[in-house]
């Protein structure tokens, strides 16, 4: 489930946990938040960043195979053969 970030419309109205903004983990189906939980003042929802995989350097063969990955190379004939 991925987790949503809101915070109040009018930080002078709100609540002081939609004041400062609060998190939510909610399902992908349900629609977004329009008002806060407790005080049930508009909000809205901030976009905020996510993590990528990093790659250092280009996987290796050797790497792959110590992943568990089979390796398989196409020869001139068409066929695969596994490394």
Same mark, same amino acid.
């Given at each position: 489930?991925?987790?949503?970030?809101?915070?109040?419309?009018? &930080?002078? *109205?709100?609540?002081?946990?939609?004041?400062?903004?609060?998190?939510?983990?909610? =399902? %992908? /189906?349900?629609?977004?938040?329009?008002?806060?939980?407790?005080?049930?003042? &508009?909000? *809205?929802?901030?976009?905020?960043?996510?993590?990528?995989?990093?790659?250092?350097? =280009? %996987? /290796?063969?050797?790497?792959?195979?110590?992943?568990?990955?089979?390796?398989?190379?196409?020869?001139?004939?068409?066929?695969?053969?596994?490394?």
């Amino acid at each position: 489930m991925p987790t949503y970030s809101y915070i109040a419309e009018d &930080p002078e *109205k709100g609540c002081p946990a939609c004041r400062r903004g609060f998190d939510l983990r909610r =399902p %992908l /189906s349900r629609p977004a938040l329009e008002s806060c939980p407790l005080c049930k003042q &508009p909000v *809205k929802k901030l976009i905020s960043g996510f993590n990528t995989p990093k790659i250092t350097k =280009p %996987l /290796s063969v050797s790497d792959a195979k110590a992943a568990g990955f089979t390796i398989l190379e196409k020869r001139c004939d068409g066929n695969y053969e596994k490394l």
